[in-house]
Structures are given as structure tokens and as C-alpha cells.
């Protein structure tokens, strides 16, 4: 089945820094999302992109679905934006989301 | 979007118990919802799909005799861990989607502990 792998696992920042979180997938895709998982579980969907570019606020995100990787950037972090993040993708056909290992951000004061 | 409820949102009961969580979706008619599991910090990993009406689709590994799923309707998803055991312990995720939603939306899990 497809691979989705996620770099770094592990992140720590102070407050204000910028990251960038990237994930690979091992074959085409039909669908690519991310979500932020916060510190109670509740996962909150952030961008559907396959590919492209897309921006939110202080978060944007770029698919090279050529190239078969996904960027997360995220800009002048806050405390609030600590959790894990979680790259998930579907293929052509299916239904279901087969999610990474996620990246545990977590942004100091 | 859509807003999804669960509940309980944790339960502790002992072993040989069986415990059901119900899964919601307070604003729209899900034709097909998820059921996820998620040890701590390690990813989510799909156990079952269920279509309204339907039998669920079990992921390879998943004991369908011990999770017993049941879709009943477009609004509510039940998950009954059956004989729970100590091993059962983990954080349970629905999520549901249907026309005219391009995502799953998730629930805000329910939290498993077996003694």
C-alpha cells in the first residue's frame, strides 16, 4: 500500500519562529490533506491539497504532486498552534485516508 | 463543514466489559463514517468503514467479532468494544463524510481505559 511519510518527527520552536513541515508519499494521489491535532485529540482539518498552493492566515501549504511531496509552512508560531500534525492521503478510488506519523510541534513562550 | 459528536468522551470500566461509543453528526446526513484508533503518540489507524444501512469493512488485523460496528442511520455510528481487555485501551476517532463534503470531518474521540 501507498507510504506517507512525515520529517521532522519532533519539533520545538520559541514562540514567533517560523517551520516547515514536509510530507512524502510513495505514489500518485488523489487527495492530500493536513490536519492539526490538538493537545485534547481533536484533529481540525487545514488545507485539502493535491496539489498547488494553498494559503490560510499564518499557514499556507504546497503539494509537487509531480514529485510526490507536501509542504506545511507555518509563520510567526504561537503557543496555540502546539500539537501534532498530520499529513493524509487518498488514492484514486478509495475512500479512505491513510494518514502519516505525524510532526509534534510544540511551541515554547 | 460538519460537526461531529462522540460520546462518552472517556470511560473507564473493567475488563470483560463490553463499552459502546456512539458517534454523531449533528448537522448532516453521513452516508459513510470511520472508526479510528490511536495509541499515544503514534498515528491514527483506520479500523472500520461503515455505510448507512450497510455492513462495515474491517481493516486487515481488526477483529470484527470484538468491534462490533453498527451505521443505523445517516446521523449516528455506534462502536461496541466487546469483552474489552487492557490491550482495548486507546483514544477512538469517527469521522464521516458524505455528498458534498470533499473531507472526512472528525469527532473529538473518546478515551478507552480498561482496568
Known amino acids: 500500500g501507498i507510504q506517507v511519510e512525515q520529517s521532522p518527527p519532533d519539533l520545538i520552536l520559541q514562540e514567533g519562529a517560523n517551520s516547515t513541515l514536509r510530507c512524502n508519499f510513495s505514489?500518485?494521489?488523489?487527495?492530500l490533506q493536513w490536519f492539526h491535532q490538538n493537545p485534547w485529540g481533536q484533529l481540525i482539518n487545514l488545507f485539502y491539497?493535491?496539489?498547488g498552493t494553498k494559503q490560510n492566515g499564518r499557514l499556507s501549504a504546497t503539494t509537487v504532486a509531480t514529485e510526490r511531496y507536501s509542504l506545511l509552512y507555518i509563520s510567526s508560531s504561537q503557543t496555540t498552534d502546539s500539537g501534532v500534525y498530520f499529513c493524509?492521503?487518498?488514492?484514486?478510488?478509495?475512500?479512505?485516508?491513510?494518514f502519516g506519523q505525524g510532526t509534534r510541534l510544540t511551541i515554547n513562550p | 463543514g460538519a460537526v461531529v459528536s462522540q460520546h462518552p468522551s472517556w470511560v473507564i470500566c473493567k475488563s470483560g466489559t463490553s463499552v459502546k461509543i456512539e458517534c454523531r453528526s449533528l448537522?448532516?446526513?453521513?452516508?459513510?463514517m470511520f472508526w479510528y484508533r490511536q495509541f499515544p503518540k503514534q498515528s491514527l489507524m483506520l479500523m472500520a468503514t461503515?455505510?448507512?444501512?450497510?455492513?462495515?469493512?474491517?481493516e486487515q488485523g481488526v477483529e470484527k467479532d470484538k468491534f462490533l460496528i453498527n451505521h443505523a442511520s445517516l446521523t449516528l455510528s455506534t462502536l461496541t468494544v466487546t469483552s474489552a481487555h487492557p490491550e482495548d485501551s486507546s483514544f477512538y476517532i469517527c469521522?464521516?463524510?458524505?455528498?458534498?463534503?470533499?473531507?472526512?470531518?472528525f469527532g473529538p474521540g473518546t478515551r478507552l481505559l480498561v482496568l
Open positions: 493524509a492521503v487518498t488514492i484514486q478510488g478509495a475512500q479512505k485516508l491513510v
Open positions: 505514489d500518485s494521489v488523489n487527495n
Open positions: 491539497i493535491p496539489s
Open positions: 448537522d448532516f446526513q453521513a452516508t459513510t
Open positions: 461503515s455505510n448507512e444501512g450497510s455492513k462495515a469493512t474491517y
Open positions: 469521522s464521516l463524510t458524505g455528498t458534498g463534503l470533499w473531507t472526512q470531518y
